[in-house]
């Protein structure tokens, strides 16, 4: 068993009673048990596999936050952070302690945000060993000594098995994510999606550490080079975030969540990564695929009965997806910081295929560009869609954003003055024509766009002889490229077809026009500046 095994905690002061609590179980040990359960496969990685059952990603309709006198000042509230009855959730509470009372769970202590100065110890509360074995992938991992004076400040509650009735308790339906910020709680049920109990805490951060410590929280990964430049990867779902971050010559501080202090560092808040595996293969993504070993959780994948896993099988979900503790990527920077950021980047997959492939930002244009956090959903990945749709997450991640989108971008804007950091616009998606004309932008050509950014092959100054300024958008995209042919700089040369081009362009500018008009009251006059030029079509 664990080293802190004879460790005696009690969940009482939570109101779980008579509980068989296993406290701190080692990865191993909830590997073996999930098996032993009938919970969880072994695949032949060594990796285990486990079925998410009914919610095999988020469910935004369902996540709550408690408004009371911290919070209803201060949230954005509206679709994307709904309100929650301070006694709704007291009644909820208590039911799901009630659950859980009487009944084995699998507690871990652990703590987000590798910068000390910023650390939140929080003690994690699961109902099955694989959820508590996420928690250990996910979170950073305290040692025995920290242990040893553990005091938790946020609690999550994790009951994938209780079912709310949404009549008597408030919910929308049987499962819910519910934050509460004055008891310090992330209360979540009636989903084994164990991507909720991440995104809690990284929800209860983005409100924490902007309104507290003055620090930018950040849904992106970052890395570091050898001569000690960060570089952070913003983009959604599908835009390369975790490939492209994940690079052989730099290391990885990490894969998704990270802070930017007012020291100019940047900090991962977890000690894992948790990572798309849809269409993996080891010739593209070797590290990802090297990471998929004893240890790592795979959800929601088909696999034969010899444990050979099919990764391009989506029958159960496209949301296929694994999780591991970040020491299994060998080229880590430790501990998980980075200082002196130089270089951002937007990662959009356009679909339409009308954005350069690289293009650089002016202060007001990245904070254009990061409140409106586009990408493109493609034909055949939703029901329905049958053409490209743009696609909009503020701050590239507005599901997870209590506060209002432009007080995240001020501080993006304010850090790029402060700083000098360059910011670029990367289009990881459609190149010479829209998805079903055009091809995709092939990830070397990435990678070489990218690199020549990070190691100053891209002018810094933007000048006439440097870049064009897009007539449609107003952005500069360079006239030459180190390792790149110049005809893979300029999408309207590509498409050899001015007419359509220029349709379409100006059709996708107009939805950024639409998407942004929400944010316009709260925006100030170099945000507005930033969008797309109103030019005669």
Not at 37 to 54: D, I, P, S
Request: charged share 25%.
């Amino acid at each position: 068993m664990a080293n802190l095994e004879a460790k005696t905690i009690s969940l009482e002061s939570l109101g779980i009673k008579s509980s068989t609590i296993r406290y701190q179980l080692t990865s191993e040990e909830l590997h073996d048990l999930t098996i032993e359960k009938k919970q969880g496969k072994e695949t032949v990685f060594g990796a285990l596999t486990v079925n998410t059952g009914e919610f095999t990603g988020r469910s935004p309709k369902d996540r709550f936050i408690v408004k009371d006198d911290v919070t209803k000042d201060e949230i954005w509230w509206g679709d994307i952070n709904i309100p929650f009855d301070t006694n709704k959730f007291d009644a909820l509470y208590d039911k799901v302690t009630a659950y859980l009372s009487d009944k084995e769970v699998f507690v871990r202590d652990s703590y987000a945000c590798a910068d000390e100065d910023y650390k939140l110890n929080i003690r994690v509360v699961n109902e099955y060993p694989w959820s508590n074995m996420f928690a250990y992938n996910m979170f950073l991992r305290p040692t025995e000594e920290e242990l040893s004076n553990f005091t938790p400040e946020w609690t999550v509650i994790n009951a994938p098995g209780f079912m709310a009735d949404a009549e008597i308790d408030g919910t929308r339906q049987h499962n819910f994510a519910i934050l509460n910020f004055t008891k310090k709680v992330a209360l979540i049920g009636g989903t084994g999606y164990t991507g909720e109990i991440k995104k809690g805490i990284f929800s209860a951060l983005n409100f924490i550490l902007p309104v507290y410590k003055n620090t930018l929280p950040m849904h992106c990964s970052a890395n570091v080079g050898k001569d000690g430049d960060t570089a952070i990867f913003f983009g959604l779902s599908g835009t390369g975030k975790t490939t492209l971050s994940t690079d052989p010559n730099r290391s990885l501080i990490g894969d998704d969540e990270h802070g930017w202090t007012a020291e100019n560092k940047v900090f991962n808040f977890e000690g894992g990564c948790y990572a798309k595996v849809i269409d993996l293969s080891k010739e593209k993504e070797p590290e990802i695929y090297g990471a998929i070993k004893k240890g790592a959780i795979l959800e929601n994948i088909v696999m034969d009965d010899n444990g050979n896993v099919d990764f391009h099988d989506t029958s159960v979900t496209q949301n296929t997806r694994v999780s591991y503790p970040i020491h299994h990527i060998e080229n880590i920077k430790t501990p998980s910081i980075g200082e002196n950021p130089k270089n951002v980047f937007f990662l959009t997959a356009d679909a339409f295929g009308v954005l350069p492939p690289i293009s650089k930002l002016t202060p007001g244009q990245a904070a254009y560009h990061f409140i409106s956090g586009y990408t493109a959903k493609v034909a055949g990945t939703e029901a329905g869609v049958t053409e490209p749709l743009p696609s909009f997450s503020a701050c590239f991640g507005a599901p997870f954003m209590p506060l209002h989108p432009t007080r995240y971008a001020e501080i993006l804007s304010k850090k790029m003055k402060e700083t000098g950091v360059n910011v670029w616009l990367v289009n990881t998606g459609w190149f010479a024509g829209p998805y079903g004309v055009g091809n995709r932008m092939k990830l070397k050509y990435t990678r070489a766009m990218i690199n020549a950014a990070l190691t100053g092959g891209l002018p810094d100054e933007i000048t006439h002889e440097n870049y064009h300024i897009h007539s449609v958008f107003g952005l500069a995209q360079p006239r030459e490229c180190p390792g790149i042919p110049t005809e893979l700089l300029s999408q309207r040369k590509a498409w050899d077809n001015d007419k359509g081009y220029y349709e379409t362009a100006h059709k996708l500018a107009d939805s950024f026009r639409a998407n942004f008009k929400k944010f316009e009251e709260y925006a100030n006059d170099e945000i507005l500046a930033g969008g797309p030029p109103i030019v005669k079509k």
